[in-house]
């Protein structure tokens, strides 16, 4: 009987355990299952259930002033702007600009466009279904949109096109979190990315640059000399569904796996 109730009592101290185990295998597992239909990245939708809830502020547009503070979350049918050293908890808007020195401690939900000014600091996730334009010294958690743009300049309505869709992050950047699109990635020289890098289409990565996540493209991957993906603590991949190519010495912590081959090459050729 003594054997029954010590296999019993095993069984529950190591239940948390396994389940933990399972949990966080799964969530690995599915980092890359990504299908090729976009519309399978979700955007998190932080704002969908504002227009329901009391404590929500409504208005047609807003023009805040500098130094202005908003302790409950705003819903803004259109246009939204915010003066420097703004401090909100959560907003969302048809286009919001968010100026130089905010501080945002729970979310930003934009429909067309959002621009981030120099030094702000977002909390939480900020998303939009447009384009995104983030400033110098932006310290952020979570960023998500069709384009994203590292100090870039103001955007123009209409003065994308069908060939410029690509999500380019300048020489140099730390991006302190993922980088995700349906579009091309170009990482320039040096930059340092302290999460995943994952693209629909193609990636390209500069020389010198360290990347802490995976990377995962569903057609090319570039990778240029003397870049680092992942650490000797953290084991990564690097999966293309196409091809991969690597010019010069690079290193990668874990699994490098190329669907259509990848090469090793000092010639600095065009992915096809």
């Not at 123009?156 to 995700?180: C, W």
């Amino acid at each position: 009987m003594i054997w029954i109730y010590l296999g019993i009592f095993i069984v529950l101290m190591a239940a948390p355990f396994l389940l933990s185990w399972y949990y966080t295998g799964k969530k690995k597992r599915t980092i890359l299952a990504l299908s090729d239909d976009s519309s399978d990245i979700p955007f998190h939708n932080s704002s969908r259930h504002m227009t329901n809830s009391e404590n929500v502020i409504k208005m047609e547009r807003l023009d805040a002033p500098a130094e202005s503070v908003y302790e409950e979350p705003l819903f803004i049918e259109g246009n939204a702007s915010f003066g420097k050293n703004a401090k909100l908890s959560a907003a969302h808007a048809k286009t919001l600009t968010l100026s130089e020195q905010g501080y945002v401690t729970s979310f930003l939900n934009a429909d067309e466009y959002l621009s981030v000014g120099e030094g702000c600091i977002l909390m939480g996730s900020t998303e939009c279904h447009g384009n995104m334009d983030i400033a110098n010294g932006v310290s952020f958690y979570d960023l998500f949109a069709r384009k994203i743009r590292f100090s870039g300049g103001p955007y123009e309505a209409g003065s994308d096109s069908e060939e410029r869709k690509d999500l380019i992050v300048g020489a140099k950047e730390y991006v302190m979190g993922d980088i995700s699109t349906e579009n091309d990635i170009e990482l320039d020289n040096d930059t340092v990315v302290f999460g995943n890098v994952i693209s629909q289409k193609s990636i390209k990565i500069g020389s010198g640059c360290h990347i802490k996540g995976n990377v995962f493209a569903q057609e090319c991957i570039e990778i240029h000399e003397n870049v680092t993906i992942g650490s000797e603590k953290q084991v990564k991949s690097v999966v293309a569904g196409d091809s991969l190519l690597l010019f010069g010495p690079s290193t990668v912590y874990g699994r490098v796996r190329a669907i259509r081959g990848g090469r090793v090459t000092e010639q600095q050729t065009t992915m096809e």
